[in-house]
């Protein structure tokens, strides 16, 4: 069974700008998780959407931002882009939502550079 | 605020040594679980722990979650340069999102 998918796999923006990245889960998978990845800070949860609904969501401003639609594939959105946000960008899937043991499964992410 | 402490950050060993990464915390958490993550890749999943004291065992690979559920650890024996990648914990607490800490990133040398 197919995992799951990213798209794009790489994007270069400039300051400003916005861009909005997607994530497609395992066929069935009904959670669909974001992440930020970076050297400095590590993996770091941005929100968790289960059933269309934002359950979670991490500590980044209001210019991230993101939905599920009723298929479970999932956008993330971030607005006047800064050179800090270049990151690697990672979506996880699972079938329950956080709490429920689940295992997440990863895309292979989004590699966004902000010049 | 990055609740988990991993440690060390990098270590390059040659094949056939034995290892052992570190994952602390001041938090109580009710899984912890690990993954590697190759370069161009996600995370993948390697284990879950989930009682204090427990012990899993995956091939070469022993993982140790600590009495208190506060910590664990990870030891390869006989390490192979397929065990090359960045090893993370993440600590989970019912309904909410994990907390990853910044991994440990291993490279093994034929």
Known sequence: ?115 | TQLLEQSPQFLSIQEGENLTVYCNSSSVFSSLQWYRQEPGEGPVLLVTVVTGGEVKKLKRLTFQFGDARKDSSLHITAAQPGDTGLYLCAGENSGYALNFGKGTSLLVTP
Not at chain 1, 18 to 24: A, H, N
């Open chain 1, 1 to 115: 069974k197919a995992g799951v998918t990213q798209t794009p796999r790489y994007l270069i923006k400039t300051r400003g700008q916005q861009v909005t990245l997607s994530c497609s889960p395992i066929s069935g998978h009904r959670s669909v998780s974001w992440y930020q990845q970076t050297p400095g800070q590590g993996l770091q949860f941005l929100f968790e959407y289960f059933s269309e609904t934002q359950r979670n969501k991490g500590n980044f401003p209001g210019r991230f931002s993101g939905r599920q639609f009723s298929n479970s594939r999932s956008e993330m959105n971030v607005s006047t882009l800064e050179l800090g946000d270049s990151a690697l960008y990672l979506c996880a899937s699972s079938l329950a939502p956080s709490g429920a043991t689940d295992t997440q499964y990863f895309g292979p992410g989004t590699r966004l550079t902000v010049l």
